[in-house]
């Protein structure tokens, strides 16, 4: 998906295939993002609205308004970060695996900023749904006042209808998003363009000069002001999580074409009506349309925020598998809602705690308004954390001398910070929402990972060299384990150690089988495993074999199909005298153990929610025999 250059002319088919792509994208990537006009100007104008707004004031917001799209959007993720893709695969995981290839030294920190990163993310995922919807609903009572009482209960149904579908998939509905928000940015452009008309001096805007003296001029109010600034890039995060679902050209040529061009315009719209009407700056979106076409465009405002929620849900989605495969989170219930496209996925576990989340937002902060301000600090939280891994990306895999990387880099990463100071100035408004979420989906996946290297070290000691079991078992005697027909396959993480599973079989029926394999599960730090890699196949006696088998973080994880493809490929077994073996463990927590007793209860409460292993690797369930063993950790 990721396409380079290339001199060969484009085709017409070419240039369809663009076409939808990059409308496609308009829906899934731009969807975010396209909601802002709803409520960034309006926030952006109370700080300065108390005495009166200046003429100098509203023109040097719209030129910050500007130039914080331009150079965060259109610079950094458009046409920088698009290019530093895992095998066209985006995102803050993405990114994290392939660093962690070539991280030297400093892997521990990359790990640590790449959870952060992929916490707020999850964050904004909570309240991305609640605002949207909340912002689009509240113009019923620009319609009628009498509706205002009915816009939290009207947000919170809408709010669970989406979360409902879910299970079904967005295979059907997606074909409508593109379309639905390509309409929604061209009504946004001729808002603006048709109040641009009411004061022209707003198109001075485009002089960044005027940015640069409003924050000069307003002094530490312009750094309050400068974190509702940053609500107009809100969904830039998604241009590069999504990368790997439309490819870069696509995304760019939206971006060009039709996003940046409508967003530019409808600021400029917002700041000549209130130019003209000051009073319009308690609302400026929606006062830019006649009565007649309230209505109409409150509906079209909450289909666009039903859009941008549905995409925000379905990239947490995303981001959730990429963490179990990584290592991150423990094995949950991933149901394919696709025959066609593995992309298109539900996991009703997240499902349920973004809805619970989603919906303790919205009756907690009542408004758009109050929400607002919880908003800014996870979205740029994450791009300061992305910034700061782009920085080891281009030294690392572009050979970026420091020099340059610092040049370059420096600038932007220091614009991030002070958006990122200007935004915790509002922790305790509601920007401890964004933190504590931030926080808590941290600890849970260091926790996991911490968890999971300790216990795997604790089990090591006690294990048996796979090689010493086999030569021992392989012997011929009196005391030989009785050999009975058939094909056993030990599911362990540890390859160069027999499985406790085997060992316990061993023990209680002293039998074993007339082939056996040991399989391992690797999942490579790559969106998809190459077909010429996916397979190791070792023979390790007459009756022992050790399989690999790999996939990327992006794939489905169906051991079934995978072994179907390998007896194809010339291991020959029959399926239907195989018996799958898994180990459980029960954990037990032990004060002494490398982690604090609190974070040993939340990972055994972790592993006792994931889900069971035979479910997730798609293994055959009449097939599966369970040996447990006790571990103290």
């Given at each position: 998906?990721?396409?380079?250059?290339?001199?060969?002319?484009?085709?017409?088919?070419?240039?369809?295939?663009?076409?939808?792509?990059?409308?496609?994208?308009?829906?899934?990537?731009?969807?975010?993002?396209?909601?802002?006009?709803?409520?960034?100007?309006?926030?952006?104008?109370?700080?300065?609205?108390?005495?009166?707004?200046?003429?100098?004031?509203?023109?040097?917001?719209?030129?910050?308004?500007?130039?914080?799209?331009?150079?965060?959007?259109?610079?950094?993720?458009v046409l920088f970060l698009l290019r530093a893709d895992n095998e066209g695969e985006g995102g803050t995981l993405s990114l994290l695996a392939l660093l962690s290839k070539s991280a030297a030294g400093h892997g521990a920190l990359l790990m640590i900023l790449g959870l952060i990163g992929a916490a707020l993310f999850l964050g904004d995922s909570m309240i991305t749904p609640a605002l949207s919807v909340l912002s689009a609903v509240e113009g019923l009572k620009l319609v009628t006042p009498d509706l205002e009482r009915f816009i939290v209960p009207i947000s919170a149904g809408i709010l669970i209808a989406i979360f409902a579908v879910q299970s079904h998939g967005t295979g059907a509905v997606a074909k409508f998003f593109g379309p639905i928000t390509a309409?929604?940015?061209?009504?946004?452009?001729?808002?603006?363009?048709?109040?641009?008309?009411?004061?022209?001096?707003?198109?001075?805007?485009?002089?960044?000069?005027?940015?640069?003296?409003?924050?000069?001029?307003?002094?530490?109010?312009?750094?309050?002001?400068?974190?509702?600034?940053?609500?107009?890039?809100?969904?830039?995060?998604?241009?590069?999580a999504d990368l790997g679902h439309f490819g870069r050209r696509p995304i760019q040529w939206a971006w060009f074409v039709l996003v940046f061009p409508a967003l530019v315009l409808n600021y400029l719209g917002q700041g000549a009506l209130v130019l003209k009407h000051p009073e319009a700056a308690s609302d400026p979106f929606f006062l830019m349309f006649p009565e007649w076409a309230l209505l109409?465009?409150?509906?079209?405002?909450?289909?666009?925020?039903?859009?941008?929620?549905?995409?925000?849900?379905?990239?947490?989605?995303?981001?959730?598998?990429?963490?179990?495969?990584?290592?991150?989170?423990?094995?949950?219930?991933?149901?394919?809602?696709?025959?066609?496209?593995?992309?298109?996925?539900?996991?009703?576990?997240?499902?349920?705690?973004?809805?619970?989340?989603?919906?303790?937002?919205?009756?907690?902060?009542?408004?758009?308004?109050?929400?607002?301000?919880?908003?800014?600090?996870?979205?740029?939280g994450a791009m300061v954390v992305t910034t700061i891994m782009a920085f080891s990306f281009v030294r690392s895999r572009w050979g970026w001398s420091m020099t340059t990387a610092v040049a370059l880099l420096s600038p932007l990463f220091a614009l991030e910070l002070v958006f990122l100071g200007a935004n915790m100035l509002k922790v305790h408004d509601g920007g401890y929402v964004p933190v504590l979420f931030?926080?808590?989906?941290?600890?849970?996946?260091?926790?996991?990972?911490?968890?999971?290297?300790?216990?795997?070290?604790?089990?090591?000691?006690?294990?048996?060299?796979?090689?010493?079991?086999?030569?021992?078992?392989?012997?011929?005697?009196?005391?030989?384990?009785?050999?009975?027909?058939?094909t056993a396959i030990f599911l362990t993480s540890d390859p160069e150690t027999a499985?406790?599973?085997?060992?316990?079989?061993?023990?209680?029926?002293?039998?074993?089988?007339?082939?056996?394999?040991?399989?391992?599960?690797?999942?490579?730090?790559?969106?998809?495993?190459?077909?010429?890699?996916?397979?190791?196949?070792?023979?390790?006696?007459?009756?022992?074999?050790?399989?690999?088998?790999?996939?990327?973080?992006?794939e489905n994880q169906n051991v079934s199909k995978a072994l179907a493809n390998l007896r194809r490929g010339g291991l020959k077994f029959d399926i239907m005298s195989t018996s799958f073996y898994l180990g459980r463990r029960k954990l037990v927590p032990d004060a002494k153990s490398g982690m604090p007793y609190w974070q040993d209860r939340l990972y055994i409460t972790l592993a006792n929610t994931a889900t069971d292993p035979s479910d997730y690797f798609r293994l055959p369930a009449n097939r599966v025999v369970e040996l447990g063993s006790h571990v103290i950790i």
């Open positions: 998906m990721n396409q380079e250059n290339s001199e060969v002319p484009a085709t017409p088919k070419d240039f369809r295939s663009l076409f939808w792509l990059g409308l496609g994208s308009v829906g899934v990537v731009y969807g975010d993002i396209g909601t802002s006009p709803l409520y960034a100007f309006r926030e952006a104008l109370k700080p300065i609205a108390d005495g009166g707004i200046l003429r100098e004031e509203i023109i040097g917001l719209i030129s910050l308004i500007i130039w914080t799209l331009t150079i965060i959007v259109t610079l950094k993720y309409v929604w940015f061209l009504v946004m452009a001729l808002g603006g363009v048709f109040h641009i008309a009411d004061d022209f001096g707003i198109l001075s805007a485009f002089n960044p000069w005027h940015a640069v003296h409003f924050l000069l001029r307003e002094g530490f109010l312009g750094i309050i002001v400068l974190g509702a600034v940053f609500l107009t890039v809100t969904g830039a995060e998604a241009l590069y109409p465009v409150v509906i079209l405002a909450t289909a666009a925020t039903i859009i941008a929620s549905q995409a925000v849900i379905t990239g947490a989605f995303s981001l959730v598998r990429q963490a179990i495969h990584l290592g991150f989170l423990p094995r949950m219930q991933i149901l394919f809602t696709s025959e066609t496209h593995t992309g298109q996925i539900y996991l009703p576990t997240v499902n349920a705690l973004l809805l619970l989340g989603v919906l303790a937002l919205v009756m907690l902060f009542q408004s758009s308004e109050a929400l607002a301000t919880a908003y800014g600090i996870s979205v740029t931030a926080a808590g989906f941290t600890v849970v996946m260091w926790t996991w990972r911490r968890g999971t290297a300790i216990l795997f070290a604790k089990t090591r000691h006690a294990d048996v060299p796979l090689a010493a079991f086999i030569a021992s078992i392989e012997k011929k005697s009196e005391n030989a384990p009785v050999s009975v027909a058939g499985p406790a599973a085997l060992l316990h079989n061993l023990k209680h029926n002293h039998v074993i089988h007339d082939r056996n394999i040991i399989l391992t599960i690797k999942t490579v730090n790559r969106p998809r495993a190459n077909e010429e890699e996916r397979f190791l196949v070792e023979q390790l006696s007459e009756r022992f074999s050790r399989v690999e088998i790999r996939f990327g973080f992006m």
